[in-house]
């Protein structure tokens, strides 16, 4: 991975709160407390489209809402979360890599949605601006103790503390040398996508189009951080549905529902509809991948109509079960970060919400745009 140095774009200070969760998992009681504010990156997602939004954002520009930085660099990021009781440090780098380079092939993990990936593809294109960063996940051991190093010797930007309990401390790192060993790191390296695969698809679908001329359409602005730190955390995501007989028919084609206790044996999937709890268990042997496509085949092809939630908070999904007796919940098992990245070397892509990478990156930290290159 050649990771290349950007101007970012950042917020002024004295704002008040002005970052998000990712858009896409906002919900609609914070994203109300985030409109509060007028200049939330939040209000850019109320927008009827991509060009209400470049309106939107180019007046923040116009206003010193938001300004260019006065050089390139990377924006370094410290996260400090509690997680099982203990405080943890996670540390990050933001930058751009060019999609055009062999070198910066993505593994991606996640099937994606088309329609998605062309609303995103219109939006940056009519912006002109990426407003977040793709998190991307290196195998290096050594990454998260090179930038912890770095950053123990800079001046901290901002501290934005999004979402609650989770510290966001940010620096501009201009100094070439220490940029120099942050690249050097991560040289030859092959990310994995964590989040953002609709943006990631987006922009391949723009550097094709535009190839070598336009240099803000071929780079793909990037949140990296080390897989191998043990502050990140790779969660199930459950899945919660309609109760529908059809469904439970194809789920024992492949499974044997046994009925379990109160406890929630996680190391297989297990059915939540009621009072009840069924354990399922693999009529053939089976890894955590065989598992997602079988259930999720079954809710698909069981009911057409069926309405899939998803949350990887085991409570909600519980409660929501708990509040409506027509629902049912697949509670799946945790994820093992082993198991996951030798499921993605074997080419395996997983359907669409099978993971949840966490702490996530608050969108409104940062943004990298075309005008960048003027």
């Not at 201009?174 to 040289?187: A, F, N, T």
Request: a neutral charge.
């Amino acid at each position: 991975m050649i990771l290349e140095t950007f101007v970012p774009t950042i917020y002024k200070n004295g704002l008040g709160r002005v970052t998000s969760p990712p858009f896409d998992m906002i919900t609609k009681a914070t994203e109300k407390e985030l409109k509060k504010n007028p200049y939330n990156i939040v209000n850019l997602k109320d927008c009827k489209d991509p060009e209400e939004a470049r309106k939107l954002f180019n007046k923040w520009l116009e206003e010193g809402v938001l300004s260019k930085n006065n050089s390139q660099g990377f924006v370094v990021l410290k996260q400090v979360f509690m997680e099982g009781g203990v405080q943890r440090e996670r540390y990050g780098v933001i930058g751009i890599i060019n999609l055009l380079e062999p070198e910066n092939c993505l593994i991606p993990h996640e099937n994606i949605i088309t329609k998605l990936v062309n609303q995103r593809e219109k939006l940056i294109e009519r912006m002109e601006y990426q407003t977040e960063p793709v998190f991307v996940v290196s195998e290096q051991t050594n990454l998260n103790s090179t930038l912890r190093s770095i950053m123990s010797e800079q001046k901290c930007e901002r501290v934005y503390e999004e979402p609650e309990g989770v510290f966001n401390s940010i620096c501009i790192l201009s100094d070439p040398v220490k940029i120099g060993k942050i690249q050097e790191v991560l040289k030859g390296d092959i990310g994995i996508i964590a989040d953002g695969h609709h943006r990631t698809k987006a922009m391949l679908s723009l550097s094709k189009k535009y190839g070598e001329d336009v240099q803000f359409f071929n780079h793909l602005f990037v949140f990296v951080t080390s897989l191998r730190s043990e502050s990140i955390f790779i969660a199930q995501v459950h899945r919660i549905v309609d109760y529908n007989e059809d469904i439970m028919k194809r789920i024992r084609e492949k499974f044997i529902p046994e009925k379990t206790g109160e406890s929630l044996d996680l190391k297989y999937p297990v059915i939540i509809h009621g009072e009840s709890k069924y354990l399922l268990k693999p009529k053939t042997e089976m890894k955590y991948c065989d598992y997602l496509d079988a259930i999720d085949n079954s809710i698909k092809r069981g009911s057409s109509r069926a309405g899939i939630k998803y949350t990887y908070i085991s409570e909600e999904a519980e409660n929501d079960i708990r509040n409506d007796p027509n629902k049912m919940a697949f509670m799946m098992p945790p994820w093992d970060k082993e198991g996951f990245v030798q499921t993605l070397k074997r080419g395996y892509v997983l359907p669409a919400k099978s993971t949840y990478f966490y702490p996530k990156i608050p969108s409104g930290i940062a943004f990298y745009g075309l005008d960048a290159q003027e």
